[in-house]
C-alpha cells in the first residue's frame, strides 16, 4: 500500500516571500504523484501532476515541484506568495491500476496562510 | 462547461437517519470517484466507478455506505443509519478514462452533519 507524508501542517509565510511545501510518499510500486489545492469551501483544484520525464514540473498560479525518486518526496514551491495563495495544499499519489482506476491517496495536507 | 456539481451542499441530520447525496460528473466523464474528507481522517478514498459499475468498492467504511451510478452519469451515495463519526465533508471527482492517470476535477462538496 503507497502512503503520503505532508511534513507541516501548517506554513505561514509573508507576502512575496517564497515557501516550500514538502511532500514524501512510500510505495513498493511506481506511482504518480499530484499537488491540489483547496480554498475555503471549495472543492480540491489540480495544481500539478508529475507523470513521467523531467523532475521539474510547472503548474498553474507560478506553482512548481521537483520529483526525487531517491528520497521519493515531491516537494511543492512558489518563488513569491500573494495573499491569493492562502488555502489547503494536498499532495496526492495513484497507482496506474487499470481495474481499480486512479484513485487517489492523500497527505493530510499542509494550510498555508500569506501574511501581509 | 460546467464542472462536478454537488447536492445537497449542506445536509444537518439526526443520528440514526438516512441521507443520499448527489454527484453530477462532468459530461462525457466514464470515471467517477466519491472521498471523505473528515477532520480525524483527512481525505479518504471511498469507491470508484467506471461506468454504472464499481470495480473499487475498498474504501467504503460500512455496509451501512452504498453508492450507485446510473446512466453512466449521475452517482448517488447513500448512508443509512447515519452516526455522529460520519460527519464529514463529501467530495465527488469524475474524470475522462484515457491511457494513463487523468486528472480528477473535484466538485464543492456536501458537508454533512449528523446530530
Known amino acids: 500500500a503507497q502512503s503520503v507524508t505532508q511534513l507541516d501542517s501548517q506554513v505561514p509565510v509573508f507576502e512575496e516571500a517564497p515557501v516550500e511545501l514538502r511532500c514524501n510518499y512510500s510505495?513498493?510500486?511506481?506511482?504518480?504523484l499530484f499537488w491540489y489545492v483547496q480554498y475555503p469551501n471549495q472543492g480540491l483544484q489540480l495544481l500539478l501532476k508529475?507523470?513521467?520525464?523531467?523532475?521539474l514540473v510547472k503548474g498553474i498560479n507560478g506553482f512548481e515541484a521537483e520529483f526525487n525518486k531517491s528520497q521519493t518526496s515531491f516537494h511543492l514551491r512558489k518563488p513569491s506568495v500573494h495573499i491569493s495563495d492562502t488555502a489547503e495544499y494536498f499532495c496526492?499519489?495513484?497507482?496506474?491500476?487499470?481495474?481499480?482506476?486512479?484513485?487517489?491517496?492523500f497527505g493530510g495536507g499542509t494550510r498555508v496562510l500569506v501574511k501581509p | 462547461g460546467a464542472g462536478v456539481s454537488q447536492s445537497p451542499s449542506n445536509k444537518v441530520t439526526e443520528k440514526g437517519k438516512d441521507v443520499e447525496l448527489r454527484c453530477d460528473p462532468i459530461?462525457?466523464?466514464?470515471?467517477l470517484y466519491w472521498y471523505r474528507q473528515s477532520l480525524g481522517q483527512g481525505l479518504e478514498f471511498l469507491i470508484y466507478?467506471?461506468?454504472?459499475?464499481?470495480?473499487?468498492k475498498s474504501g467504503l467504511p460500512s455496509d451501512r455506505f452504498s453508492a450507485e451510478r446510473t446512466g453512466g452519469s449521475v452517482s448517488t451515495l447513500t448512508i443509512q443509519r447515519t452516526q455522529q463519526e460520519d460527519s464529514a465533508v463529501y467530495l465527488c471527482?469524475?474524470?475522462?478514462?484515457?491511457?494513463?492517470?487523468?486528472?480528477?476535477?473535484f466538485g464543492p462538496g456536501t458537508r454533512l452533519l449528523v446530530l
Open positions: 471527482a469524475s474524470s475522462p478514462t484515457r491511457p494513463g492517470p487523468e486528472t480528477q476535477y
Open positions: 510505495s513498493s510500486v511506481s506511482v504518480y
Open positions: 508529475y507523470l513521467s520525464g523531467s523532475t
Open positions: 496526492a499519489v495513484t497507482l496506474l491500476i487499470k481495474a481499480a482506476g486512479n484513485k487517489l491517496t
Open positions: 459530461s462525457g466523464h466514464t470515471a
Open positions: 466507478f467506471q461506468g454504472n459499475s464499481a470495480p473499487d
